[in-house]
C-alpha cells in the first residue's frame, strides 16, 4: 500500500497535517498537505506543505531555520488528517514567533 491508498485527499487535493512536537505531545501547528509535499516529506525527513495562498510548496523553516524535522507521520483511522510527530529546531512553528500557533484563548479568561 502506498499514499494514493492510504491518504484521502480532499476536493482540492490536500489534506489537514497536525504538527506535534514529538518529544512532549504539544501541538505546534496545522498546515496542508498535497501529495508531492507529503512525498517530498517522507523523502528528506524534514517537513513540507503546500501554500494555498501562494499556490506552491514550502518547507518549514526555509526562510527563518525554524525547521522541522519529522520523526514519524501518522495518519488517522478515516485516512483524511495526517499527524507529524517532528523534532522542531530553531525558535519556534509559528510565523508569529511563538513556539506554537496556537497562543490565543476564545472565551473567558
Not at 491508498?5 to 506535534?20: D, H, M, T, Y
Not at 499556490?55 to 499527524?83: A, I
Not at 508569529?96 to 484563548?105: D, K, N, V, Y
Amino acid at each position: 500500500m502506498g499514499i494514493s491508498s492510504e491518504v484521502k485527499f480532499n476536493s482540492q487535493g490536500l489534506v489537514p497535517a497536525i504538527v506535534q512536537e514529538a518529544e512532549t505531545g504539544e501541538v505546534l501547528m496545522m498546515a496542508w498537505m498535497n501529495r508531492q509535499a507529503l512525498e517530498l516529506t517522507l523523502r528528506s525527513g524534514y517537513a513540507h506543505f503546500f501554500s494555498r495562498s501562494r499556490q506552491r510548496l514550502w518547507k518549514k523553516g526555509e526562510s527563518s531555520g525554524n525547521v522541522q524535522e519529522v520523526l514519524e507521520v501518522l495518519y488517522d483511522c478515516d485516512g483524511d488528517t495526517l499527524l507529524l510527530r517532528v523534532r522542531q529546531h530553531g525558535k519556534g512553528a509559528c510565523h508569529t514567533g511563538h513556539r506554537s500557533c496556537f497562543f490565543r484563548r476564545l472565551g473567558r479568561d
